[in-house]
T-cell receptor, first 109, second 115 residues
Framework: LAKTTQPISMDSYEGQEVNITCSHN???????ITWYQQFPSQGPRFIIQGYKTKVTNEVASLFIPADRKSSTLSLPRVSLSDTAVYYCLVVAAGNKLTFGGGTRVLVKP | GAVVSQHPSWVICKSGTSVKIECRSL??????MFWYRQFPKQSLMLMATSNEGSKATYEQGVEKDKFLINHASLTLSTLTVTSAHPEDSSFYIC???????????FGPGTRLLVL
């Protein structure tokens, strides 16, 4: 299973764009990248997933360079309610997820 | 979107008793379900993987006789914490996926407090 490394915490302000970069140097050919958001005392909520290049949905964008050794989650115009822990995961065959420490994002007014 | 429910959302029990937690996929059939536990301020730790109709696969260090997992149908998996002790107090979260390489959807979690 590919290990992921992401910053422990990030601070931002309302209306700003937040970019969280995750490194996964030993990602395998068939693995894909997925991001989850977790609020205290709740289960993780799926945000976005991708294999390569760029993926965009209604809440976020995911940028994956050609070598796939890293990925960046981009949250446009964050609000106070985006304060949460964000987890980057590499999903291998069999769907096993290995959660790292995540990134605690604090959005300030 | 895909919805996963858990019941109960919280439970308090006496030491030595057993507690059963249910995980249901409400709008899709889940070939695989996963059980995690999470301690305060820590990340999720995978406990076991269960496939419908077969025995669960436990992660290293997780006692299979302590944490009984049953995946009797494509929409229901149960985790039973047997002879619970205070150190078993934690936040238990399940997830479900429709198939291999499909997105995992998480339940809301169950808070267990063993007195």
């Amino acid at each position: 299973l590919a290990k992921t490394t992401q910053p422990i915490s990030m601070d931002s302000y309302e209306g700003q764009e937040v970019n969280i970069t995750c490194s996964h140097n030993n990602i395998a050919t068939n693995d894909y990248i997925t991001w989850y958001q977790q609020f205290p005392s709740q289960g993780p909520r799926f945000i976005i997933q991708g294999y390569k290049t760029k993926v965009t949905n209604e809440v976020a964008s995911l940028f994956i360079p050609a070598d796939r050794k890293s990925s960046t989650l981009s949250l446009p115009r964050v609000s106070l309610s985006d304060t949460a822990v964000y987890y980057c995961l590499v999903v291998a065959a069999g769907n096993k997820l290995t959660f790292g420490g995540g990134t605690r994002v604090l959005v300030k007014p | 979107g895909a919805v996963v429910s858990q019941h109960p959302s919280w439970v308090i029990c006496k030491s030595g008793t057993s507690v059963k937690i249910e995980c249901r996929s409400l709008d899709f059939q889940a070939t695989t379900m996963f059980w995690y536990r999470q301690f305060p301020k820590q990340s999720l730790m995978l406990m076991a993987t269960s496939n419908e109709g077969s025995k669960a696969t436990y992660e290293q260090g997780v006692e299979k006789d302590k944490f009984l997992i049953n995946h009797a149908s494509l929409t229901l998996s149960t985790l039973t914490v047997t002879s619970a002790h205070p150190e078993d107090s934690s936040f238990y979260i399940c997830s479900a996926t429709p198939g291999l390489q499909e997105t995992q959807y998480f339940g809301p979690g169950t808070r267990l407090l063993v007195l």
